[in-house]
């Protein structure tokens, strides 16, 4: 497949002389079609990559074409009052207090991550003892790589304990920041999951909000992928306690119908952005905010940002919550109904469920018949390895891939449904096709 993908750009990135802007877009807008996974196809439904709504991509061509940069107000007016807006509308979707909270549009949560982790390190300064970062193993990567990039270490963050359910258990993250402070070390944030990318698992944001202040540390909650939860009346409950945060990020590039990139950091107090401050003189005089000209400098690691806030912009104006709502309830009805479906029939040559759906992920594996001399669970993870790599190469459907555990017998497949114009009927055609792909590798391993 990389082969094939390969001879289709053949051709020089840089020749000598141009073919035409023309030529030039069409040949290698057929190469892009031709050699991506289409996430608005209902057998697509390998990651947290969602097909975008038209009216988002419209917008974002709007953005592209009047390329505006939110450095400095004289480059955006109406792209600053729109992020300054839409901030506060989702500030207030997550329970911070109204003209208080503060935040900034991202490339997603891994940003968002890092910004979080950021100013929790800068909040009071320079302390004795090594910075902790605390969160449960199931948390995303990006929260490693977000403590290297600080300048923390990798080794600075802490997992702590998941119960059965997957989420954190309070009483070991209570426990944990007692150990670090024992050793003289420093807990300096707490990163709670709403929303874990394999299975959905959301943490107990109060029980985590709890222990926070119980210790004086920064609660951050991930919500990258959970936060658009909050559109739906169903779900919402699922973050309760979300509020008590100092911190939130959310990615409506996911349950929010958004082209890439479009990330949203949001702050309880927007005076937290303090160890963001910095002027420059030719981007944002001090006179010039003092006239009422406002900038967003001191809100963001980027200096050149684009308007990724129209495109959120106009997509909510065009659904409001409820409508948005809708859509996280469809997926979510769809991610219940792939669960029953593959609870139905259990044993070998069938599918076998990880657990029950939180949000619109659906873990599980093909259940291979027992093979001589092999042992069981080791041929498990081979074959649906394999199954998921046929259908992929085939180009009939992209399913996800994790482990769930360690050692062998860990390998699951996942279903992310993010498509709320799927079907029940391409949900179960997506399960049959796996289950044929299980079949036949297992005839040929």
Request: hydrophobic share 45%; charged share 20%.
């Amino acid at each position: 497949m990389d082969a094939a993908v390969r001879r289709a750009l053949e051709g020089d990135p840089l020749p000598e002389r141009g073919v035409g802007q023309r030529e030039a877009l069409a040949a290698l807008t057929r190469v892009l079609a031709y050699g991506t996974t289409d996430p608005a196809d209902p057998l697509c439904a390998g990651h947290l990559h969602c097909p975008p709504l038209a009216v988002a991509v419209a917008a974002d061509l709007a953005a592209s074409a009047l390329n505006p940069s939110l450095d400095s107000w004289d480059q955006a007016p109406a792209a600053t009052a729109l992020e300054t807006e839409v901030v506060a509308a989702l500030a207030g979707l997550t329970g911070f207090a109204p003209g208080l909270a503060g935040g900034t549009v991202t490339t997603g949560g891994t940003e968002s991550n890092l910004l979080g982790l950021l100013l929790a390190r800068d909040r009071e300064g320079p302390s004795a003892g090594r910075h902790r970062v605390l969160c449960s193993d199931a948390a995303h990567f990006s929260v490693r790589r977000s403590a290297a990039l600080l300048g923390m270490g990798d080794d600075a963050v802490v997992p702590v304990a998941t119960g059965t359910d997957h989420r954190i258990d309070p009483g070991a993250l209570d426990a944990v920041c007692r150990r670090v402070l024992a050793a003289n070390d420093r807990p300096t944030a707490i990163v709670a999951t709403a929303g874990t990318t394999d299975l959905g698992a959301v943490d107990p944001l109060a029980a985590c909000a709890d222990v926070a202040r119980e210790h004086g540390v920064w609660l951050h909650v991930d919500a990258a992928y959970g936060g658009g939860a909050l559109f739906s009346d169903r779900l919402a409950p699922l973050l309760h306690g979300v509020d008590r945060a100092d911190s939130v990020g959310l990615d409506l590039h996911k349950l929010g119908w958004q082209p890439v990139a479009a990330g949203v950091f949001l702050v309880r107090d927007r005076a937290l952005f303090a160890p963001l401050t910095h002027r420059a003189k030719y981007l944002n005089p001090a006179d010039d905010e003092d006239a009422g000209l406002p900038s967003l400098l001191g809100c963001s690691p980027r200096t050149t940002r684009r308007a990724d806030v129209f495109k959120i912009a106009v997509t909510l104006r065009a659904l409001g919550r409820e409508g948005l709502g809708a859509l996280v309830d469809r997926c979510h009805a769809l991610a219940r109904h792939a669960a029953a479906r593959i609870d139905r029939d259990p044993g070998p040559g069938a599918l076998e469920l990880t657990a029950e759906p939180v949000l619109t992920t659906v873990v599980f594996r093909y259940v291979p018949h027992p093979h001589p001399g092999e042992c069981p669970a080791r041929h498990a993870d081979l074959v649906n390895a394999e199954l998921r790599r046929r259908l992929l190469t085939a180009g009939q459907a992209v399913v996800g891939r994790t482990e769930i555990g360690t050692g062998p017998g860990a390998v699951r497949l996942k279903l992310t449904l993010l498509n709320p114009y799927a079907s029940e009927r391409d949900v179960d055609a997506l399960l049959h096709a796996v289950v044929a792909a299980g079949r036949a590798a297992e005839r040929d391993l």
